[in-house]
T-cell receptor, first 118, second 116 residues
Framework: GAVVSQHPSRVICKSGTSVKIECRSL??????MFWYRQFPKQSLMLMAT?????????EQGVEKDKFLINHASLTLSTLTVTSAHPEDSSFYIC??????????????FGQGTRLTVV | AQKITQTQPGMFVQEKEAVTLDCTYD???????LFWYKQPSSGEMIFLIY??????QNATEGRYSLNFQKARKSANLVISASQLGDSAMYFC?????????????FGAGTILRVKS
């Protein structure tokens, strides 16, 4: 399957600071990437769809000013959690859509990032 | 209404036995895709198997098979010959519509524990 890499895998930051998470497609160009959030022992919830060269599309209830998404190149999307607070502590994971499409176009995920805000 | 329902919060299975993880879905779109993922404690989402709504046969991938019952709107995952390494969280997910790139909607997940 398509290789999607996420960095960092774990990050601890102080309350009030910002943290950036990277999602890279390693062996393909991805015009679309997806950012999910997962609270402990819960399911994945889509936060936003990231489109290269344009603004991200946020799901209802997700603060776009809080979670800044930048998809500046065909292989990289970044999620920045601004002014992080303990309630932002969660597991963030991305997936990337392969250009050839098909039924598995967006089936492959990065390794995820566990964010802890102290 | 829940799009994807996984009614088993946790399951135990004896090593080398088969286990079925339940998944029911709700959609009015005739075109959809169903996915199963494994999430070990490390957190990564490992794609296991896919079933399209128009697929005539049940999907199989090694020890994984999908028991697709369209009329009942169920897509149960069957793991044969369970191994200790199968212990993980398992998620069922659905994508609606023909246009690939639509979001995946996930169920609540089932924790599977394989006993030796």
């Amino acid at each position: 399957g398509a290789v999607v890499s996420q960095h960092p895998s774990r990050v601890i930051c102080k309350s009030g600071t910002s943290v950036k998470i990277e999602c890279r497609s390693l062996d393909f160009q991805a015009t679309t990437m997806f950012w999910y959030r997962q609270f402990p022992k819960q399911s994945l919830m889509l936060m936003a769809t990231s489109n290269e060269g344009s603004k991200a599309t946020y799901e209802q209830g997700v603060e776009k000013d809080k979670f800044l998404i930048n998809h500046a190149s065909l292989t990289l999307s970044t999620l920045t959690v601004t002014s992080a607070h303990p309630e932002d502590s969660s597991f963030y994971i991305c997936s990337a859509k392969t250009p050839q499409g098909g039924v598995l176009a967006e089936a492959f995920f990065g390794q995820g990032t566990r964010l802890t805000v102290v | 209404a829940q799009k994807i329902t996984q009614t088993q919060p946790g399951m135990f299975v004896q090593e080398k036995e088969a286990v079925t993880l339940d998944c029911t879905y709700d959609t009015s779109d005739p075109s959809y895709g169903l996915f199963w993922y494994k999430q070990p404690s490390s957190g990564e989402m490992i794609f296991l198997i896919y079933q399209g709504s128009y697929d005539q046969q049940n999907a199989t991938e090694g020890r994984y098979s999908l028991n697709f019952q369209k009329a009942r709107k169920s897509a149960n995952l069957v793991i044969s010959a369970s191994q200790l390494g199968d212990s993980a969280m398992y998620f069922c997910a659905m994508r609606e519509g023909r246009e690939y790139g639509n979001k995946l909607v996930f169920g609540a997940g089932t924790i599977l524990r394989v006993k030796s």
